[in-house]
């Protein structure tokens, strides 16, 4: 037998506090910023610019995660549609991790690699939180 998720706290856990999205897209935009101005250096043809593209996907995944849902009429695909967003964070922050590695050492490169610590940590943190709230909501459906 099944039951509808609960409304009031499938809103809450998917609206996101604007003062951690604003810090998402400080961070975001401090990335591009150095990854496109900033004097990096690889050691392999076109890297930088795969870099540059993998930050601008990771951006864009951000804003998916964010994105209001309301459009979505049932409770249970907008809860889908986040979990299926917060995979696709994940997933670039992990092909973005490993794009960095070709940078060679210097002040550009730590201070990239950096921003995407802090960014990578304010990500995951919120996500855990999110993802087993959501796995709840969605595991609430189904009674024993």
């Known amino acids: 037998m099944t039951r509808g998720i609960d409304t009031a706290e499938t809103d ?22 150095a990854a496109v101005w900033g004097d990096l250096e690889t050691a392999q043809l076109g890297a930088a610019s795969r870099l540059r593209r993998r930050l601008l996907e990771l951006g864009e995944r951000i804003r998916s995660l964010v994105a209001p849902r309301d459009w979505i009429p049932h409770r249970r695909e907008r809860v889908k549609s986040a979990l299926a967003a917060a995979l696709a964070v994940r997933e670039t922050l992990s092909l973005t991790e490993a794009a960095l590695t070709v940078l060679k050492p210097g002040p550009c490169a730590e201070q990239l690699k950096t921003v995407f610590g802090d960014l990578s940590g304010l990500l995951v943190d919120e996500l855990q939180k999110r993802e087993m709230v959501w796995a709840r909501l969605l595991d609430s459906q189904i009674e024993d």
């Open 12 to 33: 809450v856990t998917l609206r996101f506090s604007p003062q951690w999205v604003d810090g998402l897209r400080a961070h975001w935009q401090s990335l591009m910023s």
